[in-house]
């Protein structure tokens, strides 16, 4: 039986589910997706530990353990989420195998609070590495300015990378440039280049919700035609972006090397202007070499409905010029939206990691 999911797998773009959680786990939940959803790949931000902690009674036992050692609440926060992260990289270990690596892959985070401490961000994130110990762990790392400095230290030391936050094309190029640099430095210190992989995560969804917000004020008619299409079609050129980076002698001499490309990955993915039909994300950017790390409920809709049309994105670069062209001429600032996009990410996940301390610190307190 095929389906669109497989379509799209079909047509190159690795599915992975943006979501996990121990139930999820424990009940075989993760597992049916792998198997009926062609699920290959799992992320995991604070949002998304919050929520599973606020409702999970599966966490329970291990917080009664962690109570009972006295342990910290940043302590049990580490533990709870490393233990998921592990055992999820278990659950697709046959994935990471089967695909010599590419997929079978479950990310996780650094500390918010961190993202703009490079020192910190390499420190946790090595600490993150050795405490998952699995080789298809990807440790997600924030693309501010500190960022890039430890996406290229991680990276040097053979960790391999999710870059989280991605939201202007400038950004991407020097998100590609870190880790180049950091496969140079894996390089010269002899380290295989062949076990390292990387993904740089493009936020979609989120450009078209502050954009048209910016759109709707203006009022024009020329402006509400431009609504909806702005995160399409900044993600287009982003895969330019990854085209034309790959294709330079400084990537082809280290792919050569046994080097992999760093994928570009479709992140916020679910519609949030119910005018606009639940698969855009999905539908309207399929190419070869992709991730799209879909929430269940836009994984189901692609499943039920979605139509897979094959490469929607190479040869829509012109078009997609043109639309940040006419929405720059209506006055709305392209590098204005991107800044304070990454700036509200940060916040957005700083206020997640706060609200997943205070529940875990409300369950030891309950078990102690």
Not at 80 to 100: E, K
Not at 274 to 286: I, K, Q, S
Not at 312 to 329: H, M, P, Q, R, S
Request: aromatic share 6%; with cysteine; glycine share 8%.
């Amino acid at each position: 039986m095929t389906s669109p999911l497989a379509e799209l797998s079909a047509a190159g773009v690795s599915i992975w589910l943006d979501d996990l959680s121990r139930d999820r786990i424990v009940s075989g939940g993760l597992q049916k997706l792998i198997e009926d959803r062609n699920v290959v790949g799992v992320t995991t931000n604070p949002t998304i530990f919050a929520g599973a902690l606020a409702k999970g009674a599966s966490y329970d036992k291990q917080v009664s353990q962690l109570a009972a050692s006295g342990a910290s609440v940043t302590d049990a926060v580490f533990d709870i989420t490393t233990h998921d992260v592990a055992s999820g990289c278990d659950i697709l270990r046959p994935v990471y195998d089967a695909t010599a690596g590419e997929d079978g892959r479950v990310s996780i985070e650094v500390e918010p609070g961190l993202a703009h401490d490079a020192a910190g961000t390499i420190a946790q994130g090595k600490e993150l590495w050795a405490k998952v110990d699995r080789p298809n762990v990807m440790i997600k790392v924030p693309a501010t300015v500190e960022g890039l400095e430890a996406i290229t230290a991680l990276t040097a030391v053979g960790i391999s990378v999710n870059v989280t936050l991605i939201f202007s094309l400038s950004r991407y190029r020097e998100v590609i440039n870190a880790y180049l640099t950091g496969l140079e430095q894996a390089k010269d210190a002899g380290v295989d280049l062949a076990g390292i992989r990387s993904v740089a995560s493009f936020f979609v969804s989120r450009v078209d919700t502050e954009i048209d917000k910016r759109l709707d004020a203006i009022g024009s008619d020329e402006a509400k035609a431009l609504k909806s299409k702005a995160g399409v079609a900044n993600a287009r050129l982003a895969y330019q972006v990854f085209e034309q980076a790959f294709d330079t002698e400084r990537a082809k001499g280290l792919l050569a090397a046994g080097a992999n490309v760093q994928r570009p990955l479709w992140a916020s993915t679910g519609v949030k202007d119910p005018a606009v039909p639940d698969t855009t994300y999905v539908v309207e950017l399929v190419a070869p070499n992709i991730v799209n790390t879909m929430p269940e409920k836009t994984m189901e809709a692609t499943f039920d409905h979605g139509e897979i049309r094959g490469d929607t994105v190479t040869g829509a670069y012109a078009d997609a010029n043109e639309v940040l062209d006419a929405i720059d001429a209506l006055g709305v600032s392209y590098d204005d939206v991107t800044a304070l996009l990454e700036k509200e990410g940060v916040d957005k996940f700083i206020v997640s990691w706060n609200e997943l301390l205070d529940t875990v610190s409300a369950a030891l307190e309950a078990a102690r």
